[in-house]
């Protein structure tokens, strides 16, 4: 299968903004939909925002909508999860995913056969 590497995350203060990019190996990215997963410590993972293979559509969860924005480079294989007007509420571990697109992105983890190993990402007051 495909590794989607995430050497992105990190701690930041509250109001700040943190880019955490998700490199995807063995796969060409422009044929992928990816998505993007958050967990926090003893809650289940929870949608975050999805994007196209080509970038022109995206979806956003009501938490993060206006804050975070995903965009991809193909051309580099990377997708970015940029991550502004943090709050201490955004703490935890950021889950990049994907999966080959045939017409439809989605909001459940179910779906998506590629995952990254997560990164932390941890916003103090």
């Known amino acids: 299968q495909a590794q989607l590497v995430e050497p992105g995350g990190g701690s930041a203060h509250a109001g700040d903004s943190l880019r955490s990019p998700c490199s995807v190996l063995g796969r060409t990215l422009s044929t992928m939909s990816m998505g993007w997963f958050c967990q926090a410590p003893g809650t289940e993972r929870e949608f975050v925002a999805a994007?196209?293979?080509?970038?022109?559509?995206?979806q956003y969860a009501n938490s993060v909508k206006g804050r975070f924005t995903t965009s991809r480079d193909n051309a580099k294989n990377t997708v970015y999860l940029q991550m502004n007007s943090l709050k201490p509420e955004d703490t935890a571990v950021y889950y990049c995913?994907?999966?080959?697109?045939?017409?439809?992105?989605?909001?459940?983890?179910?779906?998506?056969?590629?995952w990254g190993q997560g990164t932390q990402v941890t916003v103090s007051s």
């Open positions: 994007i196209t293979p080509s970038g022109s559509s995206t």
């Open positions: 995913a994907g999966r080959p697109y045939y017409g439809t992105i989605y909001s459940r983890r179910d779906v998506y056969n590629y």
